[in-house]
């Protein structure tokens, strides 16, 4: 007993004594005394400038510690500040590193500030901080005696209000992590700890500014790589891309295995509420059970649901993926099960999808090998509903190369179609397609127009212009969804009737990129000649629309007609266009057009009016026509002509011309006035001149009548256009040349005289029959 006690009073001597001495060095050692030292080590080494501002603190007892006061590092070979902190508390436990044991007591950081920079060419501004592994040739050999190693034991970690910025150069993309604070239990390999997070976080690609909180049970093994979340508790709301107002949630089990690149979840549950253009988002996704390792593949049936609502349409989609059998290398499903449903204002949409599923963990790649579905449209506006369709097809997905594509083929109605979808790149999604289609009524599927049509505008009035430049109550033109998309692509169509026009071997090119849609080319042939063009629209914030086509040998009279029921000229030519226009309507748009048009067309007519017959009728009631003439169109009555051109300068949507040129065996015309397309008004002049024939409409009978000139004053609106003829000028004209008739008959002038006999001739200076000349102005 007496060598126990004798041995305890040792030990307290020695105790005291090491007390002593720590006590001893506590209060004579001033750490302070070596920063410039210090200072100058870190600059030596790293070409950084180290700024310490506050006070280092040591501690002995119980534990080996520092506190560093507010101190910053420079950005190397810069006095830029590449990181802060406002307090930093480390301690080490003593009495376990006599057996080479690190356990950490305390990890206090307080108002860290981080700026981290990846620059083009890869390379980060810590590069140089993280430093590397030294060549073979200079390791350091190991010691003999195989002690062991150091063992790494945190008692806890905490971190308070930090901030942490991040700039990718190449990516032009900025991240700020603020208010960032965590707080740990032990960290040692294989001991499980409770973790907690939070933080807010904001970028620019995507937009995003979210503020997260996590909750977790970690556990790390770093001999194995290996890091295991249980009961992961992770929630966020905020903004992030187009989403407003989110709500996340992910609760559930994970284990991650780095050196045998193995992955295993349970439980797990993600859920998603929020705002997506203007409707309500609900997205939900549940795994069971999901098991990923180097020789095998496995899985429960997994769920996805998602549902967007907003005040005139409610979609719902789901898909159930069955249990997952195979390898890293290739795995497989039985088949997945897709569906949709959409409602919107009285119409509905349903399809089906399914397939089996192949797939490869290791090469990233996921296909559909045999896509069956049917779509389903029901809509009361719908020339025909419902609409059937069933699809067959094949997808495949590769996440290494980021892309996606879909094949499919299936028959709408009569239209046989087949095509190819797909993602060249998913961040920023771009978009390509090829669709073909053997022949399509668009009409089938394009709405009745509702409500009442608008009342008809009285000849020279303006509609009463609405904000945004169109007329009241008309809908404005909606190009949002261009803002953002990127697509190249073909649509053809061997046989097409859209709007009641006709055509065949249609070819659509189109490409969509930074709110601009271009078509070009736009080609087809219709009523036996072609249309060349292109067309763009550019989704400004007033959208901006160009057309440019041409015409070539096509039937004007059937395509007038089909198009725009519009039945007053017939013929066969050309006809091109170059015009621009603006506005946030259709209206706004017409009224805005600007550029230039051609036309020039063979053996046609002007329709509603018959030149010969109304010369006809002149003749005969000479003497009663005065003044101007009116009366509507009539579409029994026609002009002929073998020529007709023109060209057309639009400005401020009203279309002028002042060069308009036609012939006929009968007449020879000329025009000029305009058309004023916004208003659909006319008011046009077009004088015909008769010319010497005996051909053509009544040529016989108006053999009298050459030279005369009728002026045709067109007026009126597109849909009742109507003319006046100004008769007065046509019968003073007559009555003119009957005059002169009849005084050279009566004078002698009306007789040639005979061959080799030279004409009499009064004296006073020229004949009787040149001096009516110009006494009646001939």
Same mark, same amino acid.
């Given at each position: 007993?007496? #060598? ?286 999901? *098991? ?114 879909? *094949? ?26 090829? #669709? ?5 009524? *668009? ?336």
């Amino acid at each position: 007993m007496k #060598i126990v006690k004798y041995f305890l009073i040792a030990f307290a001597v020695v105790i005291v004594l090491v007390i002593g001495v720590i006590a001893y060095v506590s209060a004579t050692f001033d750490p302070n005394q070596y920063k410039p030292q210090i200072v100058k080590a870190v600059k030596d080494k790293t070409q950084r400038t180290l700024t310490l501002a506050g006070d280092i603190k040591l501690s002995f007892w119980p534990s080996i510690g520092a506190k560093v006061g507010k101190a910053s590092l420079s950005e190397r070979g810069s006095d830029k500040q590449f990181a802060a902190v406002e307090e930093v508390r480390v301690a080490v436990k003593l009495m376990p590193l006599l057996s080479k044991q690190v356990i950490v007591d305390t990890v206090d950081v307080r108002g860290l500030r981080a700026n981290l920079v990846k620059t083009r060419d890869g390379k980060t501004n810590v590069d140089d901080l993280a430093g590397g592994a030294p060549p073979e040739k200079e390791k350091a050999p190991a010691p003999k005696g195989g002690g062991a190693d150091f063992m790494v034991d945190i008692a806890r970690v905490e971190i308070d209000d930090a901030a942490i910025n991040y700039i990718d150069e190449a990516a032009g993309a900025k991240y700020a992590l603020s208010k960032l604070n965590l707080k740990t239990g032990r960290i040692a390999p294989g001991v499980p700890t409770d973790v907690e997070l939070s933080v807010h976080a904001r970028g620019d690609k995507p937009k995003l500014d979210l503020q997260a909180a996590l909750k977790t049970r970690l556990t790390f093994e770093s001999e194995k790589q290996r890091l295991t979340l249980e009961g992961l508790d992770l929630d966020a709301k905020g903004d992030a891309a187009e989403f407003k107002g989110l709500i996340a949630s992910a609760k559930g089990d994970i284990d991650l295995r780095g050196a045998t690149k193995e992955l295993s979840a349970s439980k797990l549950t993600v859920t998603v509420t929020g705002k997506q253009a203007g409707g309500d988002l609900k997205i939900r996704l549940e795994a069971p059970k999901l *098991a990923v390792t180097k020789d095998r593949v496995s899985g429960e049936r997994m769920m996805l649901e998602a549902a967007l609502t907003d005040a005139k349409s409610k979609l719902n989609a789901r898909l159930d993926i069955p249990g997952i059998e195979g390898s890293g290398k290739a795995f497989k499903a039985a088949q997945i099960n897709a569906s949709v449903d959409l409602q919107r204002e009285g119409m509905t949409v349903k399809a089906k999808l399914a397939s089996p599923v192949t797939g490869s963990v290791d090469a990233q790649r996921l296909e559909l090998s045999k896509l069956t579905g049917n779509v389903s449209v029901k809509d009361p506006g719908l020339p025909k509903s419902p609409i059937e369709a069933a699809i067959t097809g094949t997808a495949a997905v590769d996440l290494l190369k980021q892309t996606a594509s879909l *094949a499919f083929k299936t028959r709408v109605d009569e239209s046989n179609i087949d095509g190819r979808v797909g993602l060249a790149k998913f961040t920023p999604p771009s978009y390509t397609f090829d #669709i073909n289609i053997d022949k399509l009524d *668009a009409d089938r599927y394009i709405a009745k127009g509702g409500g009442k049509p608008a009342p008809a505008s009285k000849p020279g009035s303006a509609s009463k212009p609405a904000p945004g430049g169109g007329t009241a109550g008309e809908q404005p033109l909606d190009f949002s969804a261009l803002k953002g998309l990127n697509a190249t692509g073909s649509v053809k169509i061997g046989q097409l009737k859209a709007a009641n026009v006709k055509a065949s071997n249609v070819r659509i090119d189109v490409k969509a990129a930074d709110g601009r849609l271009d078509v070009s080319p736009l080609s087809a042939n219709l009523y036996r000649g072609s249309l060349q063009g292109a067309v763009s629209v550019r989704a400004a914030q007033t959208p901006v629309i160009a057309v440019k086509q041409t015409l070539s040998n096509v039937d004007m009279g059937p395509l007038l007609k089909d198009a725009a029921d519009f039945d007053t000229l017939e013929g066969r030519g050309n006809v091109s266009m170059d015009v621009t226009g603006r506005g946030n309507t259709v209206s706004a748009l017409k009224r805005a057009l600007n550029g230039n048009a051609a036309i020039k067309l063979t053996d046609g007519a002007i329709k509603g009016i018959d030149v010969a017959g109304t010369l006809r009728n002149v003749k005969s009631k000479l003497g009663t026509l005065r003044g101007q003439h009116s009366q509507a169109a009539s579409g029994t009555q026609k002009t002929d002509f073998s020529e007709l051109s023109g060209t057309f300068n639009i400005k401020n949507g009203v279309a002028r011309n002042n060069d308009l040129q036609g012939k006929s065996p009968l007449l020879r015309l000329a025009g000029e006035g305009e058309v004023d397309i916004g208003q659909e008004m006319i008011n046009y002049l077009i004088k015909a001149t008769v010319v010497p024939t005996t051909k053509g409409q009544g040529g016989q009978e108006l053999t009298d009548l050459s030279g005369v000139t009728v002026p045709v004053r067109l007026t009126g609106t597109f849909a009742k256009p109507g003319y006046s003829i100004d008769f007065s000028g046509v019968a003073g004209d007559l009555a003119k040349r009957e005059l002169q008739r009849q005084l050279e008959r009566r004078l002698g002038g009306g007789a040639a005289p005979k061959e080799g006999t030279a004409p009499s001739s009064p004296s006073g200076g020229g004949s009787l029959r040149e001096q009516l000349k110009g006494l009646l102005g001939r």
